[in-house]
């Protein structure tokens, strides 16, 4: 007789730990207070992003959850595109952290250092004016968050017979035994994958673990004309200081920070670096900015945007700027440094949150490692 095992959460996390059980031969039931997933699983650039990790463990989970990815994607028929990545530098500073960084991991990576014509012949998106040159990184991918998600949980139910409990509201969790707002549920095991929302089920938790908010502001452009293509993922030098791979680059990030601080005062103020990629459908998904705390302003800040797209000027050529639609997103940060909350309240409950931000590219890999007892 099959083992019961109950996620509680139907975003990226929590269907990433009912993959992985449902593979290990759980019989596995997932709830969700809402219709459908709602959250930051869904308002993200639905990037698959292995160069933001740091060498060792994480950039190892992050290629497992990246080859997960794949693999699910084609047996789900859900779109994807392995675009690569392609990090640009205009000022001599942002060069030599690319030559740094690209000098420090190039034995254990499979990247590019471009120069100037070889960085404009990987898009024809990017801006040729005052480009020193590019990394370009083969690892990276894309799948259109919002489609991914809400096909992978029907791929689930009709490949393993999942069942889902959609907008039903879990109570209580205890050992053995869960209780929503329609019924009390028994279950061998029972994961808790519910974002920033796992505060209301275990708030002694949430306070222990130093965990804050994070809002992120994004948009999308229409879709571009002519079945135009960016190709790679696009990154400006802003994002050398917000990813924590970058500090392999050493003393010449910390001078580029510095030179950000004095130079682009608002942009570190919200915690903005600029990314740019493409769905399936041609748009272009813009972001993002980082503002924390434990309790955020619902509507969009106008001057965020505005610092987001002047900013995504100076290094993409996009032939239709116009703005179709503009969102936020909350996840879970945790103050401390730790990469993620894995952590077992009770016998037979296991809570796993706290990404930080980095839903889509680790966990799929996360899961796997925890549910085949190799999580470190």
């Not at 480009?131 to 690892?139: A, E, F, N, R, V």
């Not at 907008?167 to 035994?177: D, I, W």
């Not at 990314?275 to 001057?303: A, C």
Request: glycine share 8%.
């Amino acid at each position: 007789m099959k083992k019961k095992a109950i996620v509680v959460g139907a975003g990226i996390v929590g269907l990433a730990v009912t993959r992985a059980l449902v593979i290990k031969g759980y019989q596995v039931e997932v709830f969700d207070r809402s219709a459908f997933a709602v959250g930051a699983s869904i308002r993200n650039f639905g990037m698959i992003w292995p160069i933001g990790q740091t060498e060792g463990k994480m950039y190892e989970r992050a290629l497992l959850s990246r080859n997960i990815w794949h693999d699910i994607a084609i047996d789900a028929s859900i779109w994807y595109n392995p675009t690569g990545s392609l990090h640009l530098a205009y000022t001599n500073l942002e060069w030599e952290v690319l030559n740094d960084f690209y000098e420090n991991i190039k034995d254990n990576r499979s990247y590019k250092l471009l120069n100037r014509a070889d960085t404009l012949q990987k898009s024809h998106a990017v801006n040729p004016v005052e480009l020193k040159g590019g990394l370009y990184s083969p690892d990276e991918m894309i799948v259109d968050a919002p489609i991914a998600i809400s096909s992978l949980s029907k791929f689930l139910q009709e490949k393993y017979n999942v069942g889902f409990h959609w907008q039903e509201h879990v109570t209580e969790v205890q050992t053995g035994k869960l209780k929503t707002t329609v019924s009390t549920y028994e279950s061998d095991e029972i994961y808790v994958c519910t974002g920033p929302d796992f505060e209301n089920l275990f708030p002694k938790i949430f306070e222990a673990n130093v965990t804050t908010k994070c809002k992120l502001q994004m948009m999308k452009t229409v879709t571009q004309p002519n079945e135009w293509q960016l190709g790679p993922s696009l990154c400006g030098g802003l994002s050398l200081t917000h990813y924590h791979s970058f500090h392999a680059a050493g003393a010449s990030l910390d001078l580029l920070k510095k030179h950000y601080a004095d130079t682009l005062p608002d942009y570190i103020k919200w915690g903005i670096h600029v990314m740019v990629s493409q769905n399936s459908r041609g748009e272009l998904i813009i972001g993002d900015s980082h503002e924390y705390g434990p309790t955020h302003d619902p509507f969009d800040k106008h001057i965020i945007n505005a610092f987001i797209l002047d900013y995504l000027r100076t290094f993409a050529l996009i032939p239709d700027q116009r703005i179709a639609a503009t969102w936020n997103g909350v996840y879970p940060k945790l103050k401390n440094g730790a990469t993620e909350i894995v952590v077992s309240p009770m016998e037979g409950v296991t809570i796993v949150n706290g990404i930080g931000g980095a839903g889509m590219t680790l966990s799929f890999g996360l899961a796997e490692q925890l549910v085949n007892g190799k999580y470190s």
